[in-house]
């Protein structure tokens, strides 16, 4: 049993990492971004899965305010780009459909990979947007022989361990 205890932990960091592309759900559309790899890509990561509203601004972004703040290194990028999903202060997430020169401070929290159809999937006014966790991980082959580990889209991880089937917390499921 403390061998499993050890390998959930292990395997706990590891889908932190797991989760670095998410999607972006838009409707029917899907975007998949990379999060940045810092410490307020980690923190939005454990957010998800997040549905939100997303209010629109300025005719170039939409933004929602979270009810907790995230970590925050903020710089001026100079240049806003389509698909870039930066932090206002600590707690202002904004995803950005155009491009264009910014003099106000961001944190990036990631990019949406390919913004093709983004301004068309925002549409106008303020939408529903969802963010989850874009990658399943197979990491069996780190296990020993009846030793099994799912990674579900949504980012929980269950362990297979002598017939029984624990959570990331090692708690019994099954």
Do not use: W
Not at 17 to 40: R, Y
């Amino acid at each position: 049993m403390k061998r499993l205890f050890i390998l959930v932990f292990a395997l706990s960091t590891m889908t932190l990492m797991a989760q670095t592309p998410i999607n972006i759900i838009i409707g029917s559309k899907t975007f998949t971004a990379t999060l940045a790899d810092s410490e307020t890509g980690e923190a939005f990561a454990a957010l998800l899965p997040l549905s939100v509203t997303m209010n629109e601004l300025n005719g170039n972004e939409k933004y929602h305010y979270l009810s907790s703040s995230l970590p925050t290194a903020a710089y001026q990028p100079g240049a806003i780009h389509a698909g870039d999903l930066m932090l206002y202060g600590n707690n202002c997430v904004v995803l950005f459909y155009k491009t264009f020169n910014t003099s106000y401070s961001y944190t990036r929290i990631g990019t949406i990979d390919d913004p093709s159809g983004l301004v068309s999937a925002l549409g106008f006014g303020n939408v529903s947007v969802r963010f989850e966790s874009g990658q399943t991980t197979d990491l069996t082959s780190t296990l020993s022989k009846g030793e099994r580990v799912k990674v579900l889209r949504d980012g929980r991880l269950y362990i297979n361990h002598n017939g029984a089937t624990y959570n990331v917390q090692g708690v019994k499921t099954k």
